[in-house]
């Protein structure tokens, strides 16, 4: 037999596919994302029914009323769960990611909608930015298309709808587990004769801090428990239901004709109408199915939903059930609310997360940790802020109705802020014909506002807190994002240019010492006015300067050998080199140890490749030519790499075949810096030490040779991070709004997470340069 033909053989066998652990995959992930997904959905029984039957309708007993009731929900349910959510908004996902925010880097990505400042072309080469269901560069743009590119007040239009629909995913993350928990609680009412009003609040408080507090410890170990919580929830609502409907009324099959809708409204009349917004509750869970897409993905979604039995119940709920289930279908029902409130939770985090990766939120630490679930994400502040909102909500109203009114609200305005977005992306995205975008906006967008018409009448009955969360909410997001932008452009007005950096000479005109500067920047060309600052203050700085500037693309995540886009910023014996790090909006920037690793064997590579003239690998920029260089197949194979217990100087062992470079710091130095890091930093000490090695082959240019020499010593005398400590001001001229919105950001800049805490940067190699900005 042929090598060729052995080579075939193997490349048959190796494009074979086993599917059977993908079916395995999707049953289990669908098992994981009924308890995780559809809590929301499925706990709607504890409050939907008395929500209808509140006020006026309290005591309505007409048997109309009821059927048009359960009519009503159902209809909802397949209207809005079914059709819109599962079949549909699911197509509009993100490369797997729903939400709001999903939705606006889909329309960035494929039109020029997004205001991200320092956006470049190469972005676009990213394999995941037009393989992610992008756009046909074949197919001529629509007019809508042209005319928002064209206008630059309907791009802010866009953007703020999309604060709103974020700001009211926050307040539904208030307010979901408010309800939930004091809906459940509220059984203790019926069957403990409870009859002190302020009980059943307090004891749903305690219940609230727990759930939060559970937030913080981590939920991993407890998922696996979440699924059968919640088949033991639907078990339980299905057999209520079906005992009610033997011993009450077995015609309750009947509702399901849209019959008894008009007859709803012929006997309930206007008061129907005003109740109209309680029968959406049934259907708030389905935002957040979208919205934490990201977690379990289509498939299992659909497959769990479709698997759904929800079933009607009484008026009260509690009261339906036998008074021999009560406290088992109690428990139950606690412990669901705890699980459907993990979900809403979680999405809250992930929309902050990205509203923060598009410069629309404060700075917040993000966290990924094995305590969570993977994928999820863990903001303490909001955590806390979400818990001390829940809880004043909770002890404020003491009344779920309330509370109620509040929520869907919330609920109803995200969705059809996800109505507007999916018609955009029908049209943009899935280039359909405009007909097809309104009448998807018409459907689904003439029904939500019908319900919002009828919450209008709840506004004073607990409505306005979504209304004055959110607008403090947007507020602030709104001002964080004015107030980068307008950093931003006053950074790229005063940058520095090539050409007086040319005139410095190779060694900038100052003292070069040993070791590497990290210099962070939000510039993605250009040398930023700190460094300048910084240098007219201090005339020294390290042998080697790397310019960082983490960026945002609007793709969900960026693959690691694609993050990393290195260049050279002036001839080579300057020694300066920028590294732009490219994340995606749902990527959390982590610096770990290996960090400087990374920039490291990247800034070989990029030697390696402009000596060897790759061409093909290296695209134009400002400063010049840039590399992705982790695509290349030589990529680690220019260092040697070895790991250490001590301290890098104090190693003394070296590779075979590899060139030995000793760090250029004194022994006092050394001996200094050791004795910091004890005295500040014990952890460093254990953390794992990597030493570089120059591999001993033939350069045809010497100096290359030369120039990673002098890089490895600059890594192995150290590295220093600076970073700008800015104070934005309003000039003096500015308008009185505009003076407020910067004194604002300016507040906020001050009291939210530093830059340095933000990106994980050791505070024993940080340095800090003062800069005033009047914008």
């Not at 203790?188 to 409870?194: G, M």
Request: charged share 15%; glycine share 6%.
């Amino acid at each position: 037999m042929s090598p060729r033909h052995v080579d075939r053989e193997r490349t048959s066998s190796s494009t074979m596919v086993d599917f059977r652990p993908q079916r395995k995959a999707l049953l289990f992930l669908a098992y994981q994302s009924l308890g995780f997904l559809f809590g929301d959905l499925s706990i709607s029984p504890l409050y939907v029914y008395q929500s209808i039957f509140s006020g006026r309708l309290q005591h309505v007993q007409n048997e109309d009323a009821i059927f048009g009731a359960f009519s009503l929900i159902f209809w909802t349910l397949c209207l809005f769960s079914l059709l819109k959510y599962a079949i549909i908004t699911l197509n509009a996902d993100d490369n797997g990611e729903g939400g709001i925010i999903a939705l606006y880097s889909h329309l960035c990505r494929n039109a020029k909608f997004g205001l991200l400042p320092n956006h470049q072309a190469s972005d676009e080469e990213l394999s995941t930015y037009h393989s992610l269901g992008g756009s046909n560069r074949n197919i001529p743009p629509s007019p809508l298309k042209r005319f928002i590119e064209k206008h630059r007040k309907t791009k802010f239009a866009l953007l703020i709808l999309v604060l709103l629909g974020a700001c009211m995913e926050i307040c539904v993350g208030v307010l979901m587990p408010s309800i939930s928990v004091l809906s459940s609680i509220e059984g203790l009412k019926i069957e403990a004769k409870i009859t002190n009003n302020n009980m059943v609040p307090l004891i749903s408080c305690v219940l609230l801090v727990g759930l939060f507090v559970l937030q913080h410890r981590g939920s991993h170990k407890v998922a696996f428990m979440f699924p059968p919580i919640m088949i033991l929830w639907l078990l339980s609502i299905f057999m209520v239901g079906i005992y009610n409907v033997i011993k009450w009324n077995p015609r309750v099959y009947q509702a399901l004709s849209p019959y008894y809708i008009y007859k709803f409204f012929l006997v309930t009349g206007k008061d129907g109408w005003a109740n109209l917004g309680g029968v959406f509750l049934c259907v708030t869970g389905a935002q957040a199915m979208f919205a934490d897409l990201g977690y379990y993905r289509q498939a299992p979604i659909r497959a769990a939903f479709l698997s759904k039995n929800l079933s009607a119940v009484p008026i009260s709920f509690y009261a339906s059930i036998p008074d021999i289930l009560f406290w088992p279908v109690f428990v139950v029902s606690a412990l669901a609310v705890i699980v459907s409130s993990q979900a809403i939770i979680s999405s809250t985090f992930s929309i902050v997360q990205q509203c923060h990766a598009f410069e629309c939120f404060p700075r917040v630490k993000a966290v990924h940790s094995r305590r969570w679930m993977p994928g999820q994400t863990y903001i303490p502040e909001m955590n806390w802020v979400l818990m001390i909102i829940s809880l004043a909500v909770t002890i404020g109203f003491g009344d779920k109705n309330h509370i109620g009114y509040a929520y869907g609200i919330a609920s109803l305005i995200v969705t059809f802020v996800t109505t507007w977005l999916t018609s955009l992306v029908i049209s943009l995205v899935w280039h359909r014909s405009l007909i097809v975008s309104i009448a998807f906006f018409i459907l689904f967008g003439s029904i939500e506002v019908l319900f919002l018409s009828s919450y209008c009448m709840k506004i004073p009955k607990g409505g306005w807190v979504p209304l004055l969360l959110s607008a403090v909410f947007m507020v602030v997001m709104f001002v964080w994002h004015y107030g980068s932008r307008k950093k931003y452009l006053f950074d790229m007005h005063n940058k520095v240019s090539m050409k007086s950096v040319l005139t410095l000479g190779p060694s900038l005109g100052i003292v070069r010492v040993p070791g590497m500067g990290l210099i962070y920047t939000e510039l993605a060309s250009g040398i930023p006015a700190s460094f300048t600052h910084f240098l007219t203050n201090l005339p020294a700085f390290y042998q080697v300067v790397v310019f960082i500037c983490i960026k945002t693309v609007p793709v969900p995540s960026v693959p690691h050998k694609e993050r990393y886009l290195i260049g050279r910023i002036g001839p080579k014996s300057y020694r300066m080199y920028r590294c732009i790090v490219r994340n995606g909006y749902k990527d959390v920037y982590t610096h770990e140890n290996d960090f400087e690793n990374d920039i490291v064997m990247s800034i070989a590579e990029f030697i390696q490749l402009e000596a060897e003239g790759c061409s093909g690998s290296l695209d134009r920029s400002v400063d010049g030519r840039m590399a992705v260089v982790r695509t290349s197949g030589k990529f680690g194979t220019r260092l040697l790499m070895s790991e250490s217990a001590g301290s890098e100087e104090g190693s003394s062992t070296s590779l075979p075949g590899a060139l030995t470079v000793t760090s250029s710091k004194s022994p006092t130095l050394k001996k200094l810096q050791a004795m910091y890091e004890q005295q500040e930093s014990p952890e460093l000490n254990t953390r794992r030490r990597i030493r570089f090695e120059l591999i001993n082959t033939i350069y045809k240019d010497p100096r290359v040779k030369e120039e990673l020499m002098e890089l490895v010593e600059a890594k192995r005398a150290g590295a220093a991070y600076v970073i700008g400590h800015s104070h934005v001001k309003a000039k003096w001229n500015s308008s009185f709004v505009k003076q407020f919105a910067i004194n604002l950001y300016s507040f906020l800049r001050k009291n939210c997470r530093s830059p340095a805490v933000g990106l994980n940067i050791p505070q024993i190699c940080l340095i800090k340069v003062g800069m005033n900005y009047h914008v």
